[in-house]
């Protein structure tokens, strides 16, 4: 069954959307790298890099169904943020928005009768949860710790040695 016109322009957006995922955190990463938040920068650009594989798989879902990819450009996203809680609340402001995207993505499949996609993008409606909460998660931490720069440290110094963890199972 081909992908409706209105389906494939939808999915070719919404890789927009997921490589501009992908700058947003990359573009955290790197402020947050510049000052001095090594920890927290290094989990960015973990999250950067699913944000990338996110485009990747509906790239290749639309390889596996014959359909012409394209890719949309990309904004420039904000390259400095007023401190790390206003860093991390941009990219929960974000993953928010990911998430409106991928709903409606999800209603327009099933409205325009297409069950591949729909099931496609179960994946993508259940990593949303997950990444919504991660996101607030990390947000919750920060606040908690309140304008204290002790804080900050440890869960720096806590994301430093989650990043290291990550990347090594990855490497295995």
């Given at each position: 069954?081909?992908?409706?016109k209105?389906?494939?322009?939808?999915?070719?957006g919404?890789?927009?959307?997921?490589?501009?995922?992908?700058f947003?955190y990359?573009?955290?990463?790197?402020?947050?790298?510049?000052?001095?938040?090594?920890g927290?920068?290094?989990?960015?650009?973990?999250?950067a890099t699913e944000?990338?594989?996110?485009?990747e798989r509906?790239?290749?879902?639309l390889k596996?169904?014959?359909?012409?990819?394209?890719?949309p450009?990309?904004?420039?996203?904000?390259?400095?943020?007023?401190?790390?809680?206003e860093?991390?609340a941009?990219a929960?402001g974000?993953?928010?928005?990911?998430?409106a995207?991928?709903?409606?993505?999800?209603?327009?499949?099933?409205?325009e009768?297409?069950?591949?996609?729909?099931?496609m993008l179960?994946?993508?409606?259940?990593?949303q949860v997950?990444?919504?909460?991660t996101?607030?998660?990390?947000l919750k931490r920060i606040?908690?710790?309140?304008?204290?720069?002790?804080?900050?440290f440890?869960?720096?110094?806590?994301?430093?040695?989650n990043?290291?963890?990550?990347?090594t199972?990855s490497?295995e």
């Open positions: 069954m081909a992908i409706s209105k389906v494939h322009e939808a999915l070719i919404q890789i927009g959307r997921e490589f501009g995922a992908h947003l990359r573009s955290i990463a790197m402020d947050l790298y510049h000052k001095g938040f090594q927290i920068s290094a989990w960015m650009e973990q999250h944000e990338y594989g996110h485009a509906i790239i290749a879902y596996e169904h014959d359909a012409k990819v394209t890719l450009a990309v904004a420039q996203p904000t390259d400095t943020f007023a401190g790390v809680r860093a991390v941009a929960l974000h993953e928010k928005k990911l998430t995207d991928i709903h409606a993505l999800h209603k327009l499949a099933d409205e009768n297409d069950p591949a996609t729909v099931s179960e994946w993508f409606v259940d990593e997950e990444e919504e909460h996101v607030n998660s990390l606040d908690l710790s309140g304008p204290s720069d002790i804080g900050l440890v869960i720096d110094s806590e994301m430093r040695g990043a290291a963890a990550a990347a199972a490497a």
